[in-house]
């Protein structure tokens, strides 16, 4: 059964910019969470969708923002990129509310 | 308010003995616990998890144990392996789906 998988793996964009990431669960699986990596937060959740719904919200700005689609896929998107959202952006997707299944992340940098 | 905590930043033991990752939590909310390993610039890989209606489980070298009236847990590694070397997260969730993380300690064993 295939993993997470999560593109770009590496992005380079500058402030002000927006960027759109992608998440795909394992099969099967119809939860898909958001994390943000950063050395002095730790990871920090952003938000879940599970069947296409945001069932779950973290303390990020409204310029952090979500969907899912039908087959489970989910986007995230920052706009107005600043400096402080470079980080590694983890997506995590599980059945339901047990374990969760990391991706490799994305590794957005903000010039 | 950093509702699980992991006071430890590092930890470095010898190759064959027993490693302990420590973790306290402040939410009583809390019911379900995971433990994850981090290489980096990959997602986190999922360990071991242990449910709130138990006080122990067990999987290969890896055990974690939960006080819930200290609010705590603790995991044990037993060997330790040179290839356990890596960031340890421990996580909380209240059924919401959401992980809840600690700060993680960074495992080194030494051969």
């Known amino acids: 059964k295939a993993g997470v998988t999560q593109t770009p793996r590496y992005l380079i964009k500058t402030r002000g910019q927006q960027v759109t990431l992608s998440c795909s669960p394992i099969?099967?699986?119809?939860?898909v969470s958001w994390y943000q990596q950063t050395p002095g937060q730790g990871l920090q959740f952003l938000f879940e969708?599970?069947?296409?719904?945001?069932?779950n919200k973290g303390n990020f700005p409204g310029r952090f923002s979500g969907r899912q689609f039908s087959n489970s896929r989910s986007e995230m998107n920052v706009s107005t990129l600043e400096l402080g959202d470079s980080a590694l952006y983890l997506c995590?997707?599980?059945?339901?509310?047990?374990?969760?299944?990391f991706g490799p992340g994305t590794r957005l940098t903000v010039l | 308010d950093q509702q699980v905590k992991q006071n430890s930043p590092s930890l470095s033991v010898q190759e064959g003995r027993i490693s302990i990752l420590n973790c306290d939590y402040t939410n009583s909310m809390f019911d379900y616990f995971l433990w994850y390993k981090k290489y980096p610039a990959e997602g986190p890989t999922f360990l071991i998890s242990i449910s709130s209606i138990k006080d122990k489980n067990e999987d290969g070298r890896f055990t974690v144990f939960l006080n819930k009236s200290a609010k705590h847990l603790s995991l044990h590694i037993v060997p330790s392996q040179p290839g356990d070397s890596a960031v340890y997260f421990c996580?909380?969730?209240?059924?919401?789906?959401?992980?809840?993380f600690g700060e993680g300690t960074q495992l080194t064993v030494n051969p």
């Open positions: 996580a909380a969730s209240d059924r919401g789906s959401r992980l809840t």
């Open positions: 099969s099967g699986h119809r939860s």
């Open positions: 995590a997707s599980s059945m339901d509310l047990e374990e969760q299944f």
């Open positions: 969708y599970f069947s296409e719904t945001q069932r």
